[in-house]
């Protein structure tokens, strides 16, 4: 997750298996100014050519904007009721790395991060606010 977003050296790029900017983020690496999935799109072939396999860029209550070999497009969050946005990129990259390392898909790991961010907005705080693996299963079934 390259926040807060700096110029990388184009070499690092051919070492990421995955990368997940924001939409800020991914217009300050690529210079695409994301605001839709063309956008999205664009900026996610831009990371590619670079060399990254993966891309993923959170698209905040839209949902994520993914591209690899398998999958191109949005796979769309729940809509809750947010109060707190703090800690929702941090909570969709720790959901995606433990949906990941549970062998989920790319595309079912970053369902799960949608819901995991989704319910972390629903309440006040930071690290208060990230729902355990449990919680997230509970609430979005």
Request: glycine share 8%; charged share 20%; proline share 5%.
């Amino acid at each position: 997750n390259p926040a807060p977003a700096t110029h990388l050296p184009d070499e690092l790029y051919k070492t990421l298996f995955l990368i997940t900017p924001n939409e800020s983020e991914a217009e300050f690496i690529t210079g695409i100014k994301v605001v839709g999935e063309k956008d999205a799109l664009k900026a996610a072939e831009i990371l590619q050519s670079r060399g990254v396999r993966n891309v993923i860029i959170t698209l905040g209550r839209a949902g994520a904007f993914v591209s690899t070999d398998e999958f191109k497009g949005i796979i769309p969050a729940p809509e809750v009721h947010a109060v707190d946005t703090t800690a929702a990129g941090d909570t969709f990259n720790g959901a995606l790395a433990v949906g990941l390392s549970q062998k989920m898909d790319i595309a079912g790991a970053v369902r799960f991060a949608n819901r995991a961010a989704a319910l972390s907005v629903t309440r006040m705080g930071a690290q208060s606010s990230i729902p355990t693996m449990d919680e997230v299963q509970k609430y979005f079934h």
